[in-house]
């Protein structure tokens, strides 16, 4: 089993839609939990951390549930430019934050 | 530009020959990781300097793989006797610990073998 499992998508959106993508990671004892973002042929970056109490930025909402190991983010009235790749990413327990990144869930949106 | 480097951004190479790739991190950042991304997939993580020191070598990194960070600030990659399996984009990233956890990437080093 991967350490941390996405649908690969892709995601083929209208403009204004909201679209979710789930993610779920097989180590109970991960602590830190991230969505990243990377556009075609660019460097993964940080879209936001995932908390336990669920979080929201703006049109973004990242959610956890530990008992399930499972992690959710949420787009909500999709833009052209959200057209990425979104990289579920967990923490590997240890003494220092190695990242492990999943696959990758592929969203195109189109007008 | 204060962010990741990574030199070169392309590298095309013929198979059995040596390449070296070189990352410089954000200056203040002590903690510095090598990934490996193929097409489709995601980073897959290689190695791991905390300053100086190699702390971890992922399992992926075979004997012809080696990396460095003399003095604690940019880190070189080489591989040796390059295989066609090799061809990837390798993306260097680096964090300020135990403070921030957010790992910043460079923009890759694009290794194409022939």
């Known amino acids: 089993r991967k350490e941390v499992e996405q649908d690969p998508g892709p995601f083929n959106v209208p403009e204004g839609a909201t679209v979710a993508f789930n993610c779920t990671y097989s180590?109970?004892?991960?602590?830190?939990f991230f969505w990243y973002r990377q556009d075609c042929r660019k460097e993964p970056k940080l879209l936001m951390s995932?908390?336990?109490s669920g979080n929201e930025d703006g049109r973004f909402t990242a959610q956890l549930n530990r008992a399930s190991q499972y992690i959710s983010l949420l787009i909500r009235d999709s833009k052209l430019s959200d057209s990425a790749t979104y990289l579920c990413?967990?923490?590997?327990?240890?003494?220092?934050?190695?990242?492990?990144f999943g696959a990758g869930t592929r969203l195109a949106v189109h007008p | 530009d204060t962010g990741v480097s990574q030199d070169p951004r392309h590298k095309i190479t013929k198979r059995g020959q040596n390449v070296t790739f070189r990352c410089d991190p954000i200056?203040?950042?002590?903690?510095l990781y090598w990934y490996r991304q193929t097409l489709g997939q995601g980073p897959e993580f290689l190695t791991y300097?905390?300053?100086?020191?190699?702390?971890?070598k992922s399992r992926l990194l075979s004997d012809r793989f080696s990396a460095e960070r003399p003095k604690g600030s940019f880190s070189t990659l080489e591989i040796q006797r390059t295989e066609q399996g090799d061809s990837a984009m390798y993306l260097c990233?680096?964090?300020?610990?135990?403070?921030?956890?957010?790992?910043?990437f460079g923009s890759g080093t694009q290794l194409s073998v022939l």
């Open positions: 990233a680096s964090s300020l610990a135990p403070e921030n956890e957010k790992l910043f």
């Open positions: 180590n109970s004892a991960s602590q830190s």
């Open positions: 995932v908390y336990s």
């Open positions: 990413v967990v923490n590997k327990p240890g003494g220092y934050n190695k990242l492990i």
């Open positions: 200056s203040e950042h002590n903690r």
């Open positions: 300097f905390q300053n100086e020191a190699q702390l971890e």
